[in-house]
């Protein structure tokens, strides 16, 4: 029995990141850009990668250049494997007056 709890604890965590709202030009979808420091292997320089998570906003409440923690979840399209879970913190975005 205590294996039973144990293996569906593993299997519900669920991988979190944290990054920048870079588009929401979709219907229900966000692209978040995730950022990761590493050092490089061989010459040991700290390395900044990004990549590009797309995500799935219910309510359409994230805005470009906002702040925003993702989590994982099943595929939701052929590259939405991720779901917004809330708008840590709101981004600078300025109008443009035409």
């Known amino acids: 029995m205590a294996e039973e709890t144990k293996n569906v604890e593993a299997r519900g965590k669920r991988k979190e990141r944290v990054g920048e709202v870079v588009s929401n030009k979709m219907?229900?979808?966000?692209?978040?850009?995730?950022?990761?420091?590493?050092?490089?292997?061989?010459?040991?320089?700290?390395v900044t990668a990004y990549k590009k998570f797309y995500a799935h906003d219910e309510k359409g409440e994230a805005k470009t250049g906002d702040t925003v923690r993702i989590v994982e979840t099943r595929p939701l399209s052929k590259l939405k494997r991720w779901q917004l879970v809330e708008v840590v913190e709101r981004g600078t975005q300025e109008t443009a007056s035409a």
């Open 27 to 46: 219907a229900k979808t966000i692209v978040v850009r995730v950022q990761r420091r590493f050092p490089h292997p061989q010459f040991k320089k700290i």
